[in-house]
């Protein structure tokens, strides 16, 4: 057999494999999504995703040392407040969970990059992201809601706002109320393609912010659209955003595909509560390696185009990284 060129020349040994490798995942590239509560000394384990907890303050700076050290490219935070009610008026409160979390991490680690979840499911007692009257969930008001809750954690030291609601002109009127402020720095890293996805259902049992009724099919993207993707992502980056997110990863890589050949600007995506606890799951049960799945994952991720990764891996994928396995297999 006379072959002019053999691939497997380029895949002999792994200093080679590494040489000729396209994608790259660095723990600089990953965010770890992390989970505040109340109290001291509290780690409380998630029953719903193995290996993550709900962290007090003291505990949550302690965490985001480590992860500073790793490498970790930052934080995004998620809080909630015992006292709820129909209007979220915990959501801005200067002294709440979230606030005081930004304040201490910024204190003892202020190079990390701290970002906040802006929407007001864990503050309302329906569940819902946007406010709720006469049973529909209005957009405009629960617009003000946001902006003064993004305010709050940009106060608080926060340095990117990341709105999580999918209500429609939330980015302008956040980056409106930030810049009156004096708060021009504070990005926004928009969660501009979120899909009203199944693979969410972990997370909702850790923050307990499932919706009492109904669902959120009218404000979260229908999962059967790319071009509405497109369209939400051009509207959210004229309005102001920094980066835009899609969520879930791992079942829409073709959209951050598409996002990436269209736009040039950054694009996060979030590996989703769902995908964390398959891997989790299956690799409990002794059905594939833990790691190399983890890692093919995230390549995935990246290999579509992702220039970062909200991830509950990031931890471990940046200690795996840093113990130098070289070819991720």
Request: hydrophobic share 40%; glycine share 8%; charged share 25%.
């Amino acid at each position: 057999m006379d072959l002019v060129y053999r691939p497997r020349r380029l895949r002999r040994s792994a200093p080679i494999r590494g040489l000729v490798r396209e994608t790259e995942l660095s723990p600089r590239q990953l965010i770890y999504p992390m989970f505040v509560t109340e109290g001291k000394a509290v780690r409380e384990h998630i029953d719903t995703m193995p290996g993550q907890f709900r962290l007090s303050t003291d505990e949550l700076v302690r965490e985001c040392e480590e992860l500073y050290s790793l490498g970790i490219g930052g934080v995004n935070l998620f809080g909630y407040s015992i006292e709820k009610d129909d209007l979220a008026s915990k959501s801005y409160d200067s002294a709440g969970l979230v606030q005081r979390a930004v304040r201490a991490i910024k204190k003892a680690v202020p190079e990390l990059c701290v970002q906040t979840d802006v929407a007001l499911d864990p503050y309302t007692t329906h569940g819902h992201d946007g406010l709720v009257m006469n049973g529909k969930i209005v957009n405009d008001e629960s617009v003000e809601v946001l902006c003064k809750m993004a305010l709050s954690h940009a106060e608080a030291g926060a340095d990117w706002i990341a709105p999580s609601d999918m209500m429609d002109g939330r980015v302008g009127a956040i980056r409106n109320a930030l810049d009156v402020q004096g708060f021009s720095d504070v990005g926004i890293l928009a969660y501009s393609a979120k899909y009203a996805s199944c693979f969410y259902g972990p997370f909702r049992g850790a923050l307990q912010s499932a919706p009492k009724s109904g669902d959120k099919k009218t404000y979260q993207m229908d999962p059967a659209n790319t071009r509405e993707a497109l369209r939400e992502i051009s509207l959210d980056l004229d309005e102001g955003a920094d980066v835009v997110m899609i969520k879930p990863a791992l079942t829409y890589l073709d959209v951050i595909a598409r996002v990436r050949d269209t736009f040039d600007v950054p694009v996060a995506a979030y590996n989703v509560s769902g995908e964390y606890a398959m891997v989790v799951a299956a690799a409990e049960k002794g059905w594939l390696d833990r790691d190399r799945a983890m890692m093919e994952m995230l390549l995935s991720i990246r290999r579509a185009g992702a220039d970062m990764i909200l991830t509950y891996f990031a931890k471990d994928a940046a200690a795996y990284l840093r113990a130098d396995y070289g070819s991720y297999t």
